[in-house]
Each structure stands twice: as C-alpha cells, then as structure tokens.
C-alpha cells in the first residue's frame, strides 16, 4: 500500500453547504470503490459523532482511502478528507484543505450556491486546489442545472461547463465523479528521501489508543516505531501505531510522501497535539517547519453553571473529557453570586458553544445555565497596559479605562432578493457596514463589517426568521476597533443579577436594557411582593420594569382535617424554595434565567 | 388546656358522590346504619376513656353527608358525649345537610335530638350551576330546604361555591344578593377548587373546565367580602361570614388550634395527653373502620406526636386565616415558643411594610391584603 506512486495518489476533499449532499456523496465513492460491504454501510458512514449525524454537520476531519480503478486501468489511491464544514472550524478547514491538492464542490441543483459554501471555495482557492464543480441531486424536478452552473460562473468565477452531474442519493453517475478526480486533480508531491515533515490535521481521543492523530505525510516516511517530534513545542513521542482508514482503521508499516493517514503515540491529551503542528522525526529533523501553524484562539465566552449545584464535579469532570479530544475549547472556573460555581468557557464560535452545550447535556446528562455569549474584548487601561475581557462581570470601573476595542468580522450573506431589504436593516440595525452588494439571478449576495458582539447577539435567528430561513450566513474574524462600549447591569430590588449583565455599544445600551428587562417581567411569575427590575450603566437606570404583587393565592377550605396536609405542603414549598435562586426576597425560577439568556430581543 | 374541647363526628356516606369533592365520602346502595352507629358510640367511648372528663364546647356532625344517619343515632351520641364530657355552656351541636327533599323530612327529629346549628350544602342558587356541580337538588329545593332550616334551627348556616366556570362577576354578585337575603346568620363562601383526585381534575386537566385566572378570583374574592359585609356578616375566616357572634365555634377551635377529637373513618385530631400534642387518624375506609373498631374498640391509625416547629407551623397556618389574627400568649402557651422565635424578621418587617401584616406585642394579624396571599406569604414568613 505504501509503494504507491506518487502519481497515482489523488487528495481531495468536499466542499458543500449543509444537506447540499456532501455526505450522501462520501458514501457513495466509498460504496463503488469497495470500502464496505453492503452490510456495514450505515447511511453517512463518516458522520460519527451522534451530533454530527443529526445536524448534518462534520465537527472533526475524517480521511478514507478509496482504490479505484480507472479506465486508465491502472488502480488509484484516492485519499478523502472529509472536512469541518462550518466557519467557527475556519483554520481546521484550512488544514484539512492544506492536506489536498484538489475539492470536489458539491452544489444542489436545485439550491444554488449558499454563503457556506463560498466561504470554503475561497478556502480552496487560497490553498491552491484544482476544485471540480459537481452538481448533486439532478434527478429533482426542481433541479435548474444550468441556472446553477451560471451561478457558479458568476459568483465563485468557477469554469462550470465541465461540471460533472450526479445523484449521490440514486447513484447516478458517481463514476464520473472518480475518473475527474484522477484525470483533472495533481497527483502530489514530495520526496521519501527527504527527512520527514507530516501536516497534524486534527486529533481526538480514543478510549482504547489514546490520541489518534490524523496526518497527511509530505516528505519523507512516517514509520511504526519511529520518534517523532511535534515542530510546535519539541514534545517527542513513539509512534506505536501507523495505518489508514478504509474507513476502517487498516495498521500499515509506514505512511510515505502523498499519504494520508493516522498514528497513534501513547499520547494522553489532545492539548499535545496542535492542529496544523508539523511531526518530524526526532533523529532526523526538518529544518522548517509547513507553513500556516497558528494555536487556536477562542473567540466567544459565556458561563456554563449547573442548574443542580451539587453537579459542579460532574461538570468539572465532564469539561475535562471533552477538552480530551477537542484542545479548541477552553474552560476556567468562575463563580457567579446568582448562579454559584461554574466554568467560564471560551468556544471558537456560536456553532462550537451550542456543540459543546449540547454535548454536555446529551453525554453527560447536565442540566447548565449558559449566561449570555461574549465576545473578548480589549481594555486600553489608563496606564497604556492592554487586558482582553471575556467576561462583563470583570469589566474594571470605567474611570480606570482610556479605551476598549472591540473585534469586527467580516459578514457574507446570500438571500432571495424579496428579503434583502429586511436583511439590510438588520444589518445597520446591528452596525453593520456595507462593503459590497451584487446580486446573482433573484439572489443578492450582501457583504457587510459587523461588531462580532452584535452577530452573538441572536443575529444569526433574526436573520433566520426575517429571511424565513432562505438567508444563508458566513462571517470569518476580521480586527479589532475602537469602541464606545458599557457595561448594562440587570438589577432586581437594587441587587445587580451578574449573570445577566452584559456589554454592548452605547447606542444599543438603551434598547436593549429594556428588551431584557421587559422579557424579565414576561419571565418572572409574580410573587408576594413586588419586584423592581431594573438596567443600569454604572449609578445611572435606563429601563425600568415592576412585577405588581399576585393577587390572589390562597387555600379556600381549611379545616382540622386538611391541617396535617396543608404543613406538608408548606415544608415542601419552604424546601422548593431553597433550590430557586434567592435575590434578596425575590425568587428567580430556572427557567426564568434560561429563557433570558437565551432571549431573542 | 382550659379550652374546651370540639369533637367532630365523620359519617363517611352520601347519595352521590359530587365531581368537586375529595372529602371522605362513599356511596352504598344501603347504608349500615345501626352497624356504623355502634361503632361511632364505641369510638366515642374510648377517646373520652384517655381523654378524661373535659369541658365540650362543640360538636360537629360533618361528612359526607350525617343528615343521612338516623337522627336517633345523632341523639344517641349527643348524650354519650354529654355523658362522657362536661358541656359548656351553649354547646353547639352542628349538622351538615342537604337541602334534598330526603333529608328535608327529618330536620326537626335532628333538632329533637340535640341539633341546635345547620349547615347546609347549598352551593349555589342556579339550576345549571348545581348541575355542573353534581348535586342532587334544585334551585328552588335549596330555597325550600334553607326556609324550613331556618324555622327548626336557632342557628343556620350554608355553604355557596363561587369563581365557577364562566361565572361573571356580576351573574354572582346577582347570585349572593338572593343568598344573603335568605337570612342566615353564617354563611361559608368558597372558591372552587380542583383537588387532586376528583371528577374535576380530571376535566381540568383536559382543559374541559376552565377556572378563571388568578385575578378575576381575586376580584370575585373581594366582591364576596363587600357584599357580605355590606349585609351584616363580618368574613372572620378566609372563606367565612358571620354576623356578630354567630361564628361557628367549633371550627374556630381548629382556627385557634385548640384541642380537638376526631370520629369515624378518616376524622383526624389534635389532643393534648400528658405534656404531648397528639395528631390522631382513623382509617379511612369506612368498613375496615369499622372492623376494627369492633375489634379493638378503635379505628386509629398511626398516631404522631406533634414536635414544636410543627406546632408552630400548624398553628399560624391555621390562625392567620382568621382576621382576628394570632395571639401571642395563646401561641406561647400551645407551642412552648414565642410568636417571634418562629418567624424570619426580614419577611416580617417587609410584610409589614407592604402591609400583608400587623404585628403588635399581643397579636401577628394578616391583614386583608395578607390574608388573599396567605398560601404565598406563609412559606416565606414561617422561619
């Protein structure tokens, strides 16, 4: 398997937006080629995760090395590499894109082109590939092909003509998939005599081998038994086991130059193993390491508490487990007055935080409170030092601050032409600026500079709704700017709730400070005494809302047969109420706090 | 105790079993009545025996429905316990009835036997409302039973259920006008209420019944309390009126948390032996009650003695019902602690704020305005 010449070796990967097919695709070469049986095909064979199968979204690469045999008659290795297809794994895609000389880009006939996809294909284009255009899903009597070629031409700028037309779900021509792989993609380079360089594509942890990492070799031999050396931080570890998957995992001797693969060295954490690091051999190492290694830098934060508090160890514990295999993600402790301990965590997107949250609730069986999603933030402190804030509650007395800085991306967003005009005001809405509008058929592609702050708050389900969900969204980090921004604290009967305070831009402070204390009153039944709720920026109120009193609740009979009952009940509620959170007298329910931090204002 | 004591008398039967009721209440095609007679009279007999002679202020024939028992059972009794107990002066002697034409017949052989005070199920004035409400009598019947209570007994009073499915606020003022016209010196005005178990629960959960919310109730709450006390009866208790004096004794003595003995199956009470205050329980059942009053003389179930938070509990639960309040010796002396020992300072200064309490050295009061939010505030006052 090793002795492959280079020339018959193809890398590529799928690019596509979400149930655009990607998957169903994979399945299919890897069926035709004879990866699996009939038998062991379950439907999205790569799609592992329980997560990923349900939302239709790959978290961590996968690779399958297929054998085909082309009319050429001779037999390739076509190595896939199926790839994170959203842009909260922005620099995974890139390493993963980095690992293959050519994409396959998967459009629905029948749906054109999506933001998603565009931000991927301009990935590829960066990464120098060769991308075959193919058309999925031509057997629909809604497919427009040739409407959808056009757009590829006019959007991507992508020569269409040669697009190759299938049907990944009846099999239609899948064949013609292949031999454009092996006739229009380079075969790699690289030269075995070299000492070894091996592009980490990603890790993740095994139950039983420990780290397993994913690497795509480009000079050199990767062999069992070799010591390796991680370029990044000089770790050096034995591999015990190299081999590929087909998809399944298949043990070889060694992995040379073109290949891809995976390895396994007793290694404990995936924190050791960087994506995008380069492996070398430790006797003999490169002198340079691949070009593009950055550490991954989370980009939003929020807290994640136990509703039971008595669950903070199992949190603890299960923040740990999925640090095993997803180094992205990072957690520190934080204590809340309202929500008790927790962790502050930091994702690498809105995508990532709602993966993490879920996983931790479906896996792990934990009920959270996430507070409210934060973007970091930078403090220009009066005495020219810098400090990134994650945090509002950390946010130093204004008076000690010269200025904040806050991180702006750069936003693309395709949608039918009769909801731009929504999409647009949206978009000011949220301080946006437009840097280009142009429009492709009935769809207009608007490119917009937003404040990241502005997009965690539920700007993605606003634009859902506005758009009844035909806009499609794509954003990647752009700098940091300076800012006019406050901290708005939520008081409740003059207590300041820090779980529910939040920073935002002076001009949004006032609006926002009353949609939150306005959902509050929606959220907080009424209880014996009135309850002021209040928002403020420093000593200064902007919104002001009152829950009146109840009016009426109380046991009409009540005589010496109900006495024994009506104590029970009372010890009951006495108990109930120790597990609300108390402010002051008043009495927040769980789901109260749940449904405001998740509020759509 | 000095206080004298109420006994409660249970008879478990009715004619029908109404959708709003979880009392313990049984239908039997034939009523054992001399079998049940001879067990309440031995039940009787045996909680005076531990008791001892003590004075009686009241006593209360309550159900089901007693109107169903034989009235010489009623004597029968009514003499044991003046036999076994020291009547007090003006003991009342109470009896729930329904206005059914069946009962109607025997009212003056009840006050022939030692009856002095009825209470009768009225519920409501409306025909189709006491349809909904599964009773077994008219409109007109109730009007008729009432009249006639009102000639045999020298104290009268009857129960109305309002906050009905599609009542008004007006359709029941309408209502309680006639009602309070109809002259009795005490009347018992409750807001229905689903209990769990019942027909209504049922329907209610189904969303087939439909309560009005939480203030058009306490709209309909405060109308009942002007109307009645524009009509000369004073609301002493949440859902009770009485013209001056003529609050029913014996349910004041579970207000005030006095000392009460409880008969038949399912009757519970609160008596003092020795230096303890004894929850008592009857089976429930009302055969294997029986059984085993005849076996053992009587149908208690386990009995618990009351610890002194839970007296403490118990008795504000049931006194800040009463707009005359809590007294504080009183509490002192039924609990071993002081008023303010079981209560949270905080909640007390801000209920007294807000107005939901007055606290003097001699009394706590839930005021109006407290006692509407009485299931609210207790939890959060009680320490």
């Known amino acids: 398997m090793t002795d492959t010449p280079l020339s018959r070796i193809r890398n590529f990967s799928i690019i596509a937006h979400i149930d655009h097919g990607k998957s169903t695709l994979a399945d299919r070469l890897i069926q035709v080629c004879g990866g699996l049986t009939a038998r062991e095909m379950t439907s999205q064979v790569l799609d592992n995760m329980e997560l990923e199968k349900e939302r239709g979204i790959t978290i961590k690469a996968q690779t399958v090395r297929l054998a085909y045999k082309a009319h050429d008659g001779l037999t390739y290795q076509l190595n896939l590499m199926d790839t994170p297809g959203h842009v909260d794994f922005a620099y995974e895609v890139s390493r993963s894109l980095a690992a293959c000389e050519g994409s396959l880009l998967v459009v629905d006939a029948s749906q054109g082109v999506e933001a998603q996809t565009l931000a991927n294909v301009y990935q590829a284009m960066d990464a120098n590939h060769e991308i075959v255009p193919v058309l999925n899903k031509i057997d629909l009597p809604a497919a427009e092909p040739d409407k959808v070629k056009q757009q590829i031409e006019d959007v991507i700028g992508l020569d269409a003509s040669d697009a190759v037309m299938i049907s990944a779900k009846t099999g239609i021509n899948i064949e013609g998939v292949l031999e454009a792989l092996v006739t229009r993609l380079p075969p790699p380079t690289g030269d075995a005599n070299k000492p070894l360089t091996a592009l980490l594509v990603d890790s993740w942890y095994d139950q039983y081998l420990g780290v397993v990492i994913l690497v795509r070799v480009r000079d050199g031999r990767l062999k069992r038994g070799m010591k390796i050396r991680m370029m990044s931080n000089g770790a050096a570890h034995l591999v015990e086991q190299c081999g590929v998957f087909t998809p399944k995992m298949i043990p070889t001797d060694d992995l040379g130059p073109g290949e891809m693969g995976y390895i396994t060295a007793a290694i404990k954490t995936v924190a050791d193993c960087n994506v995008g690091d380069t492996i070398t051999d430790d006797r003999n190492p490169a002198e340079v390491a691949l070009p593009g290694f950055k550490p991954s830098i989370p980009v939003v934060w929020c807290g994640l508490f136990p509703v039971d508090a008595d669950d903070f160890e199992k949190l603890r514990e299960s923040l740990g487990k999925l640090r095993l295999n997803d180094a992205s993600f990072h957690y520190e402790a934080e204590t809340s007055a309202a929500l008790g301990f927790g962790y502050r965590c930091g994702f690498l997107g809105l995508l990532h935080l709602e993966i993490i949250q879920e996983r931790l609730s479906r896996e792990f069986d934990l009920d959270l409170i996430a507070t409210a999603p934060s973007v970091v933030y930078h403090i220009f402190k009066n005495d020219g030092s810098m400090e990134p804030l994650h945090n509002p509650a950390d946010m130093p007395d204004p008076t000690y601050i010269d200025h904040m800085e806050e991180p702006w991306i750069k936003a693309t967003i395709m949608v039918p032409d009769e909801y731009l005009g929504s999409v647009l005001t949206l978009c000011n809405e949220r301080r946006g600026q437009q840097s280009d509008l142009t429009y492709v058929g009935n769809r207009a592609m608007a490119v917009y500079r937003l404040p990241l702050n502005e997009v965690v708050f539920d700007f993605y389900d606003r634009l859902k709704s506005i758009s009844r969900g035909y806009a499609s969204f794509d954003y990647a980090m752009e700098d940091y700017k300076e800012s006019d921004l406050v901290r708005i604290s939520i008081l409740v009967n003059q207590d300041p709730v820090d779980a529910l305070s939040f920073i935002a831009h002076r001009s949004a402070a006032d609006s926002r400070g009353r949609a939150i204390c306005a959902k509050l009153k929606e959220l907080i039944p009424r209880q014996l005494f009135k309850i002021a709720i209040q928002a403020a920026i420093g000593g200064r109120v902007i919104a002001r809302e009152t829950i009146g009193a109840m009016s009426k609740d109380v046991t009409a009979k009540c005589y010496g047969g109900d006495i024994s009952r009506k104590r029970k009940l009372l010890e009951k509620q006495k108990e109930g109420k120790k597990r609300m959170r108390q402010f002051g007298k008043v009495e927040i329910p769980q789901s109260a706090f749940l449904a405001a931090l998740k509020m759509d204002a | ?383």
Request: proline share 5%.
């Open chain 2, 1 to 383: 105790m000095t206080d004298p004591l109420a006994l409660y008398i249970h008879w478990p039967f009715c004619l029908a079993k109404c959708p709003y009721c979880d009392f313990n209440s049984h239908v039997r095609d034939r009523i054992p009545q001399a079998r049940f007679a001879a067990a309440l009279r031995t039940e009787l007999a045996w909680e005076a025996a531990r008791l001892g002679r003590r004075p009686l202020g009241s006593i209360f024939f309550g159900g089901g429905t007693p109107s169903l028992m034989e009235p010489e059972t009623a004597a029968l009794l009514i003499a044991d316990a003046q036999r076994l107990f020291d009547a007090a002066p003006g003991l009342e002697i109470t009896l729930e009835a329904n206005p059914t034409s069946v009962e109607a017949g025997r009212l003056a052989a009840f006050r022939d036997a030692g009856i002095n005070r009825a209470s009768l199920g009225v519920q409501s004035l409306e025909d189709e409302s006491l349809r909904m409400l599964g009773r077994q009598h008219s409109a007109a019947q109730a009007v008729a039973g009432l009249e006639l209570a009102r000639r045999t007994f020298p104290r009268l009073s009857f129960d109305l259920i309002y906050a009905r499915p599609h009542q008004s606020l007006t359709a029941w003022q309408a209502e309680l006008h006639r009602a309070l016209d109809l002259a009795a010196d005490h009347l018992s005005l409750y807001q229905l209420t689903i209990e769990p178990g019942t027909a209504f629960e049922a329907l209610h959960r189904r969303g087939e019944l439909v309560l009005p919310g939480e203030d058009d109730a306490a709209a309909l709450y405060e109308a009942t309390a002007a109307a009645a006390q524009a009509h000369g009866l004073r609301q002493y208790e949440i859902s009770n009126y009485a013209a001056p004096g003529a609050e029913s004794r014996h349910n004041l003595a579970y207000w005030r948390y006095g000392d009460y003995v409880g008969i038949g199956p399912g009757a519970h009470g609160r008596v003092t032996l020795g230096h303890d205050l004894v929850a008592t329980r009857r089976h429930r059942a009302p055969e294997p009650w029986a059984d085993r009053v005849e076996r053992d003389g009587h149908g208690s179930t386990a009995e618990e003695i009351v610890s002194q938070p839970d007296r403490a509990r118990e008795m504000l639960l049931m006194g800040l019902r009463l707009h005359e309040g809590v007294d504080a010796a009183r509490f002192a002396r039924r609990t071993g602690m002081a008023l303010l020992d079981a209560l949270d300072p905080e909640v007390l200064a801000m209920a007294q704020d807000e107005g939901y309490v007055v606290h003097t050295p001699e009394r706590l009061i839930a005021t109006a305005e407290g006692r509407v939010r009485l299931d609210a505030l207790l939890p959060a006052l009680l320490r």
